[in-house]
């Protein structure tokens, strides 16, 4: 284990004693957390892992698969920044026009598996959101 963390429970565990899941040594350590979230948590760039993790596509190819529609400029940054971070592999084919192939590192899959049990916990908790939602809204509502 590097220097600063502590041990990570696993989050049954932590549910059960109510201690955190990771503990960082001082509050300005933040256990290289802040890096991964910045990047996973952003608009776009699950949603690239996602439509890469079922193998290579094209730049127009990937483009298409997202839902919400992407911009050719947000796409470009966002597997540029994937890349920076060892996520995604940018492959360049000397044709004419060159044609350009993005592909997940194995760093990349291993991620996969993360936004796969987010994935299926939102799921999971759909309608208990959505409950949670309407009573929250019933009650703001109620105090305006």
Known sequence: MSAGHTAVTTPQAAVVAGEPVIQCETPQDECGVRDVLDRLGDKWSVYVVVELASGVLRFKELQRRIHGGISQRMLTLTVRRLERD????????????????????????????????????????RPAIAEAREEYDARSAADA
């Open 86 to 125: 060892g996520l995604v592999k940018r492959t360049v084919h000397p044709t004419i026009p060159p044609q350009v192939e993005y592909e997940l590192t194995e760093m990349g899959h291993s991620l996969t598996h993360l936004v796969k049990s987010l994935a299926d916990w939102s799921i999971a908790h």
